[in-house]
């Protein structure tokens, strides 16, 4: 068996290892930003502003029948 290719692959699997966690790590930092800026949202937002920004179809007729 070769020991430079084993020290190779090895060096290699460890390089791929911490480039995922690198990526997994700003990812979760990415999410918890979007986290607190959605919680400082809801915390401040009217609710009626809310709903008609998830939903703005709602309201804008009104159906009367004599």
Request: net charge neutral; charged share 15%.
């Amino acid at each position: 068996m070769d020991i430079a290719l084993l020290s190779m692959a090895l060096n290699q699997g460890q390089v791929q290892q911490q480039a995922s966690m690198s990526i997994m790590k700003k990812a979760m930092g990415n999410a918890e930003q979007q986290g607190e800026a959605l919680q400082k949202l809801m915390t401040t937002a009217d609710p009626k502003a809310i709903q008609h920004a998830a939903q703005p179809h709602l309201g804008g007729n009104l159906d009367i029948k004599l």
